[in-house]
């Protein structure tokens, strides 16, 4: 994390009884002037040795709260101790956002991200993601992720879509001229705790890939 120690906002964290462990939810606030679409949320996890007075950090940049907060929990944060405090960014405009946040929060392991552009330069700010299902026989195994930020109600909706191919969710994200395919597929099987695969790398027609026209 290259950013100044002001410049990083905390926007969730919990720090076990013994003082050994610390996990945060951080906003990057400088990440907007960076790489265009970048992640500017950080997962941190700290690990403190008392008797030798050391610790280690492991971090991630992720696009989405709810991912970051899946992140921590499987590194042992509890679940109902990480969520943000009342005040903290947007709020969920429905159920459905809430719903998908939960379970976002319950299975991002079982996922890999491809690719997440945050657009924040705008009349509609929105964050998309495109997931990888790790396990082959998933149903839908490209899923897309769709947050949309209303500035008037400071409220924001979470939507999925589900594909077959690669290809199809390329397309959707290209072209963006037909709502996400609904209802949205079926959440994974719980695979138990494990340590999340490395992100895959995508198909060579990923890597300049940006969000359509916003509609």
């Known amino acids: ?3 100044e120690s002001h410049e990083i906002g905390v926007l969730a964290s919990h720090h076990s009884p013994d003082g050994r462990t610390s ?3 951080l906003h990057d606030r400088t990440a907007t002037w960076g790489i265009p679409g970048e992640p500017q949320l950080i997962a941190l996890h700290l690990a403190r040795d008392a008797e030798a007075r050391t610790f280690t950090a492991d971090f991630v940049r992720l696009p989405l709260v709810s991912m970051a907060q899946s992140w921590l929990i499987k590194r042992g944060c509890p679940t109902d ?6 005040g903290t960014g947007t709020r969920p405009a429905d159920e459905a956002t809430v719903a998908l946040q939960r379970r976002l929060m319950g299975d991002g392991d079982n996922f890999a991200v491809l690719f997440s552009y945050t657009e924040d330069d705008g009349p509609k700010p929105e964050i998309t993601v495109l997931l990888r299902a790790l396990d082959d026989r998933a149903p839908y195994p490209y899923r897309v992720l769709l947050q949309e930020v209303d500035t008037g109600t400071w409220t924001h909706t979470l939507r999925e879509g589900g594909f077959e191919t690669f ?3 390329d397309a959707w994200l290209e072209d ?3 709502p996400l395919p609904l209802p949205a597929p079926p959440p994974l099987r719980a695979t138990g705790a494990r340590t999340p695969a490395a992100p895959a790398h995508p198909p060579a ?3 300049g890939l940006r969000p359509g026209r916003s509609r």
């Open 1 to 3: 994390m290259e950013s």
């Open 167 to 169: 290809e199809a969710a």
């Open 205 to 207: 027609s990923a890597t």
């Open 23 to 25: 996990f945060f939810v």
């Open 176 to 178: 963006r001229d037909t």
């Open 81 to 86: 101790v990480i969520g943000l405090p009342e």
